[in-house]
């Protein structure tokens, strides 16, 4: 097994610039997403790590060795598609069995190989059907089942629970998480799915348009988003994000006049600077308390367990969305009391990027 | 509704009958008696039937060799057509290379053109090589049909990139994934085009008139001209060869359906 890293990876395809500068480093044996919406890249980034993309520039290392003028087959990886690419003609087993003959391996080599990944995928009853005759999930493990025959030293995979089912996709997810476990293997995997790199990485790299935006935990990431970009593209409903200026002593106006306290920051800033504040919706809290402000409910979504509330000022002022669980107490048009608490804001300047807290302890 | 269909069936029923009629009358008057079908009203039916026409044609007039000489040509055009035109069209679907788009648009224009305008400068270009009167030079027009590569292209088109990305991955050389990804998926659209090419060379009556000068070497459609000039009379005779050159492909065709069918309709269903 290996790691991997991108080197200041570059790529255009004629005027356009799909990558520009990217650099990533995967531990060995790390679970490692690239997130980011469709189009940013991903998977020109993958498909360069494959081989199957010529960079403009930049270098492609796995495992110590640079790979990247090597042919796809001699770089060590597997790769799982989006589109599943079994080859229709040929059984499940066959599918899975095709790199190695190629690899002229004996029949004993293969179908030891073989019966490994179907028992690991469970998938055994299915090796001698063709691909027409299974459902998707099924596709999906036999992709995934011809990746890990090869014994890769890392899994690429590209968006490869987009075609699924909302049901089978949770599903898939946590069969993921359990093989990556019994595998260990180095793996990079790309979605626009946050939820799905939230649930499954170490290691998130939020991407957009070909430029890293962050990259860390989820947990950091989520805790400490860099920008207001990353900020609102991890979690749902997504991060509040509020116009105010600074005022004196650690209190913010906002756009409709109102004060709202501010957390301390590691550098000051000056009064009249105009910052973004930003709160997740299920750090808003409803109810009566020092420091809250007056809402009027506009819109419930009753979701079973849990509401969104929207909150709004004013009649026509952008709305607060704040997470809850459902008492089935709050109705549309009423006025609360809500708190947004000065240690749950996150702070952004002018141009979006964090304004660091003070680190206390 | 119901009877909506009916007249569709009806109409259908016609049809095949106009298509057939004539089949089967040649089939009918090639067992009739030399000057019979010239009678008028023309007999729907031979009076007296007989093979005759059929020894005369194997017998003194040879058409044997004519037979084995057209299965010969049309056998072999349809294996070079193959040969040069699925991995033409394979390349100009799914291959990276410069100037692909610019020389597939030329080709394309250049069905435009009717075959017909390229027989003289074809002819003279084989003349200086030293092709005429040979079987090499009867086969050269069928290497590469354009419309064949057309039908491969468009046919590969739909076999998505990542399948063939999946094969690089697993280690398959460019010929390799040709042969074993590629050909297996195109079987159907192979099988058809064999048809067209072996048809279409069967038929074909110009060509090989032109680039054949030994009576030897001729086709069953350049030969039966010619025996059509000697026995101008003869009508029940010509029917003979007629139904001598037509059998053959019509069992081909009838033997080859299946897949003829479900190759052109594939395209249009799978989209
Ligand atoms: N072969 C190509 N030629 C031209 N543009 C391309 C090609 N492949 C991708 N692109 C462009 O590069 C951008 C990124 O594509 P992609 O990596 O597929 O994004 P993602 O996987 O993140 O959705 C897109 O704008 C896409 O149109
Ligand atoms: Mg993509």
Known sequence: MAGLSIENARKSFGETQVLRGVSIEVAD???????????????????????????????IVIGGRDVTDLPPSQRGIAMVFQSYALYPHLTVRENMAFGLKIAKATKAEVDAAVNRAAA???????????????SGGQRQRVAIGRAIVRQPQIFLFDEPLSNLDADLRVRMRYEFAKLHR???????????????????ADRIIVLR???????????????RPANIFVAQFLGTPRMNILNAVVADGDQARLDDGRSLALPALAAPIAPGTAVSVGIRPEDVRIGAAPGALPFTIGFVERLGGLATVHLQAAKDSEPIACQLRDDGSLREGETVAALLPPDRLHLFDADGGALRREVRE | MSARRWTVTLLAALVALLTVA????????????????????????????????????????????????????????????????????????????????????????????????????????????????????????????IFGIFLVRQYCLSIPDEMLEAARIDGASEGHILRRIVLPILTPIIVTLALFVFLGSWNDFMWPLIILAD???????????AMSREHVQDNELM????VVTTLPVLILFLALQRFYLSGLLTGSVKG
């Open chain 1, 120 to 134: 690991i995928l469970n998938i055994e009853p299915l090796l001698d059907r063709k691909p027409a005759a299974l």
């Open chain 2, 215 to 225: 009576q030897q070497l001729y086709t069953l459609p350049v030969a039966l001209a």
């Open chain 2, 239 to 242: 029917m003979a060869g007629a």
């Open chain 1, 209 to 223: 348009d070909g430029i890293i935006e962050q990259v860390g935990s989820p947990r950091d990431l989520y805790e």
């Open chain 1, 182 to 200: 019994q595998l260990g293997t180095t793996t990079l995997y790309v979605t626009h799915d946050q939820v799905e790199a939230m649930t499954l």
């Open chain 2, 22 to 145: 004539p089949l089967l009358w040649m089939l009918s008057v090639s067992f009739m008696a030399p000057g019979e079908a010239a009678q008028f009203p023309p007999p729907l039916l031979p009076a007296d039937p007989s093979l005759d026409n059929y020894r005369t044609l194997f017998g003194s007039f040879g058409i044997g060799r004519f037979l084995a000489n057209s299965i010969l040509v049309s056998t072999l055009a349809t294996i070079l057509a193959l040969l040069f035109t699925i991995p033409a069209g394979y390349a100009f679907a799914k291959l990276r290379f410069t100037g692909r788009d610019a020389t597939f648009r030329l080709l394309v224009a250049a069905l435009v053109v009717p075959g017909q305008i390229g027989m003289l400068p074809l002819f003279l270009e084989l003349k200086a090589m030293g092709l005429v009167n040979s079987y090499a030079g009867a086969l050269v027009p069928w290497l590469a049909g």
């Open chain 1, 29 to 59: 044996g790390e679970f490692a997403v690239i997130v980011g919406p469709s189009g940013c890249g991903k998977s020109t980034l993958l498909r360069a790590v494959a081989g199957l993309e010529e960079l403009s520039e930049g270098r």
